[in-house]
């Protein structure tokens, strides 16, 4: 049986990658709207990610016998101001979502709930790798700066980002 404070705090979590899905789905409408069609799968799969990592965690309070609540979550925004600073903005994110990741296990540690421990540590690893692909983006948006056939390339190596579901048990 998971205990209350990790319930709540996994909870907590649930609504929080949800509105990170709502959040890079904006961003998708975004590029889409603005003829970046590569940009906007590329968030459009990174929506569908951030929903498989909800159900990760809503699977996980139901399978330790705990309650799930979803809470409120609040809109996204609909604009940036350029392609660079939308995705300033998923990198910023995926920054805050780590510290929140860090923050559950510093808890998981602190209610030695060890099974928590196990399934944040693939969250650890994935947070790796999601603040490395977005950073690199930045990076290269940046290097690409005022030239459109930097981003137009850029734009179409987006386009082959695949959502590949996680396997069913
Ligand atoms: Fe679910 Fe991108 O963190």
Redesign the pocket.
């Known amino acids: 049986m998971i205990k209350k404070a990790v319930q709540d705090a996994i909870n907590q979590q649930i609504t929080r990658?949800m509105y990170?899905s709502n959040l890079y789905l904006a961003m998708a409408g975004y590029y889409k709207s603005i003829n970046l069609n590569g940009f906007a799968n590329w968030m459009r799969v990174?929506a569908q990610?951030?929903m498989m990592?909800a159900l990760k965690f809503f699977d996980y309070v139901l399978d330790r016998g705990g309650e799930v609540k979803i809470g409120e979550i609040q809109a996204p925004p609909s604009k940036w101001d350029s392609p660079l600073s939308a995705f300033e903005d998923a990198y910023k994110h995926?920054q805050l979502?780590s510290a929140w990741i860090n923050d559950l296990a510093d808890l998981a540690i602190k209610e030695s709930d060890h099974a928590t421990g196990i399934l944040l540590q693939w969250?650890i690893n994935?947070?790796v790798e999601?603040e490395a692909s977005a950073s690199e983006i930045v990076e290269r948006l940046r290097m690409a700066g005022d030239s459109k056939s930097g981003l137009f390339m850029l734009d179409s190596e987006m386009k082959t980002r695949k959502f590949i579901p996680p396997p069913t048990n």
């Open positions: 990658e990170s990174q990610e951030e990592h995926e979502v969250f994935e947070q999601e």
